[in-house]
């Protein structure tokens, strides 16, 4: 190639990257308008508090299990109508009725939270207090402010492996699908399913490895979310309602009766822990 040709070319390069950069940015900034639009839509017409129902639950069977709730609004359970209705609550009576134990829940979910707030919801517990079973729902705030996946994954396994290090069982219920938010234009949308797929494979991914039990919510919960809109989200159309809920305790109580030690098998889009050698070799590739 001539001196003139590869300078025609090499030129030709920088105008294409240059114009790719652009289109990057100027997409970067529609969709940063496109998510500013939504949340106006959306609103806060639940409020920042969810109700709150941490007591024990059918007293009566004694023996409880400690039962603690983590991560963002839907752990918490805000848009749920009635306190008891939250998934906290929702769990709490289900696992009671199928042990017959009693269930002392304890929520720590904060509203909004981020996968780096685990840490805070974790030191903020009472002293000494190890529950028989975690469970963690988180992501949703992650994609929707753009944190970094790898940050994701490294916040979320840090409270994974203290909580499996203290002796609790863990349950995370995977980032559920936001394509079924359908406040959200397109293709914000599209796109915010296709992140919220790939950030629920990596949370799988190590909370297995770190001898956690993962749900991918996606599958067990998210059609009913798509197909039955009216009847699963709450008034903002963002977070479930008291039967979304409802729907959500049913599809995550056999990986929780699993980490309790009250079931071997679980259904299809539940995953339990790895092998402790399969485990080791993903610690040491990743």
Same mark, same amino acid.
């Given at each position: 190639?001539?001196? =003139? @040709? ?23 900034? %529609? ?6 639009? @939504? ?10 508090? %969810?109700?709150?129902? *941490? ?9 409880? $299990? *400690? ?17 008891? *209705? ?5 769990? @709490?009576? =289900? +696992? ?6 009693? $269930? =002392?829940? /304890? ?30 729902? +988180? ?9 970094? !996946? %790898?940050?994701?994954?490294? /916040? ?13 069982? #863990? ?5 559920? *699908?936001?394509? %079924? ?15 919220? =797929? ?9 909370? !297995?490895?770190?001898?956690? /039990?993962? $749900? ?39 990986? #929780? ?30």
């Amino acid at each position: 190639m001539s001196g =003139r @040709a590869w300078r025609r070319t090499a030129w030709g390069l920088v105008v294409a990257a240059a114009a790719t950069v652009t289109t990057v940015a100027a997409s970067a900034y %529609a969709l940063s308008r496109q998510a500013d639009a @939504a949340r106006a839509v959306i609103g806060k017409p639940l409020g920042e508090q %969810a109700l709150r129902d *941490d007591r024990v639950y059918k007293k009566k069977y004694g023996d409880p $299990v *400690d039962l603690l709730l983590l991560g963002d609004s839907i752990a918490a359970g805000l848009g749920a109508d009635r306190a008891g *209705d939250t998934l906290g609550g929702q769990l @709490a009576r =289900r +696992v009671a009725k199928a042990t017959h134990r009693a $269930v =002392r829940l /304890h929520t720590g979910a904060v509203v909004g939270a981020e996968s780096s707030g685990l840490a805070d919801q974790l030191a903020a517990l009472p002293a000494a207090y190890v529950p028989h079973v975690a469970v963690i729902v +988180v992501g949703g705030n992650d994609i929707t402010h753009r944190v970094r !996946t %790898a940050d994701s994954r490294r /916040h979320l396994g840090a409270a994974v492996r203290a909580l499996r290090e203290s002796g609790a069982g #863990v349950v995370v219920g995977t980032c559920p *699908d936001l394509g %079924a938010l359908q406040p959200l234009p397109q293709p914000l949308r599209s796109l915010g399913a296709r992140a919220s =797929r790939q950030l629920a494979a990596v949370q799988r991914e190590v909370t !297995t490895e770190l001898g956690g /039990h993962a $749900v991918s919510l996606a599958d067990v919960v998210g059609p009913f979310f798509i197909t039955r809109p009216d009847e699963m989200f709450a008034l903002d159309r963002f977070h479930p309602s008291g039967a979304g809920y409802r729907r959500t305790a049913k599809a995550m109580l056999p990986s #929780v009766l699993a980490a309790l030690g009250y079931a071997d098998a679980v259904p299809f889009g539940h995953h339990p822990p790895l092998p402790r050698s399969d485990a080791t070799d993903l610690v040491v590739q990743a």
